[in-house]
C-alpha cells in the first residue's frame, strides 16, 4: 500500500512515505538521532519501530537489526521493513506475501522500499533520486524522492497521505528538540504537493538564514521597520515575531534576517 525512503546524511536522519492509506506518517516512520531510522509497512508492524530503534540504539547494524526484527516475527511474510543504522548502513525486508509489485533497493546512506506498485520504477525513482541529489538538505532531497516515485508510477491505487519525519540531536525548535522536520498530511487528494507545501511554510517560520545574509538594522531600515511595528500595534521586533511565529528567526536588534522583513513588509502592506 505504501513506498517509503529512509535515509541519513551527515548528522540528520528522515523517513518519507505515501500511501493510499489514512495518516500514513502515524504508522510507518520512525527515527533518532544517532541510532538510525525505520519504515514499517505492507500489513505493518508498528512495534518495528520503537523495538527497532532500541537494537540501533545499542549499536546493532541495519543487517542485524532487520534479521532480528523479522525472525522473531511470525507475520513476517507479510512485512516490509527498511532500516538505516548510525552509520548510515542499509537493509531491507519484503516479505514473500507482500502484494505484488513489492520490492526493495539500498544504497549508501538510503533504504527505498514499496508494495502495491505499479513496479519496481517507483522504488527504482526512490533510489536514484536519492543519489542524484547529494549535497542538499535532507528534508527537501526527501520530498523530492517521494515527487519523483509518484511521477514514475506510485502505489498502484492512487494517492491519499504523506508524511516526512527528520531528526538530527538538538535541530528542532529552540534547540531543546531532537525533531528537525514531522510533518503530515494524512487525507487529501495530491498528499506529496500539500507536503511540499507545508515543508516551504515550515521552513519560512523555522529555516535559518546564514548570519552574513542578514540586513543591518540602521538608517532607513532600521526607520522603515520601526514604523511598521507601530503601525501593526507591537513595541519590539521580538513581539511582533512571537504573534507571527518567526521567534526562531529574530535574535537582537542589530541585524533582520531578510525572511522576517519580507514578512513584516507584507503584513504591513494594508496599513500603508
Known amino acids: ?146 515527487a519523483a516515485a509518484q511521477a514514475a508510477g506510485g502505489d498502484r491505487r492512487g494517492q491519499q497521505s504523506a508524511a516526512l519525519l527528520v531528526v538530527e540531536r538538538d535541530g528542532g525548535y529552540a534547540g531543546l528538540s531532537d525533531v528537525l522536520v514531522d510533518l503530515r498530511v494524512d487525507d487529501h487528494p495530491a498528499p506529496i504537493d500539500e507536503l511540499r507545501r507545508l515543508y516551504a511554510l515550515h521552513e519560512r517560520l523555522f529555516g535559518r538564514t546564514p548570519r552574513d545574509e542578514w540586513l543591518p538594522l540602521e538608517g532607513a531600515l532600521a526607520d522603515e521597520v520601526r514604523d511598521s511595528l507601530e503601525r501593526l500595534g507591537f513595541a519590539s521586533l521580538d513581539d511582533w515575531a512571537g504573534v507571527a511565529n518567526l521567534e526562531e528567526r529574530v535574535d537582537g536588534n542589530e541585524a533582520i534576517d531578510p525572511v522576517v522583513l519580507t514578512a513584516l513588509r507584507d503584513e504591513d502592506a494594508p496599513a500603508r
Not at 511474510?77 to 548502513?89: K, P, S, W
Not at 542499509?90 to 538510503?110: E, I, L, V
Open 1 to 146: 500500500m505504501t513506498y517509503s525512503l529512509v535515509a541519513r546524511d551527515g548528522a540528520q536522519w528522515g523517513v518519507v512515505v505515501q500511501s493510499k492509506f489514512l495518516a500514513v506518517g502515524s504508522v510507518v516512520s520512525w527515527a533518532e538521532p544517532h541510532a538510525g531510522a525505520i519504515a514499517t509497512q505492507a500489513y505493518a508492524n508498528p512495534r518495528y519501530g520503537p523495538d527497532g530503534l532500541a537494537l540501533l540504539r545499542e549499536g546493532l547494524n541495519a543487517d542485524e537489526v532487520v534479521r532480528r526484527l523479522v525472525e522473531a516475527d511470525e507475520g513476517r511474510d507479510e512485512r516490509q521493513l527498511g532500516v538505516v543504522d548510525a552509520r548510515g548502513g542499509s537493509a531491507s525486508w519484503t516479505g514473500a506475501g507482500c502484494m505484488d509489485w513489492a520490492g526493495h533497493r539500498t544504497g549508501d546512506g538510503y533504504a527505498a522500499q514499496g508494495n502495491i506498485l505499479v513496479g519496481a520504477e517507483t522504488v527504482d525513482a526512490l533510489a536514484e533520486t536519492f543519489e542524484a541529489t547529494a549535497g542538499r538538505p535532507l528534508a527537501g532531497r526527501l520530498i523530492d524522492c517521494l
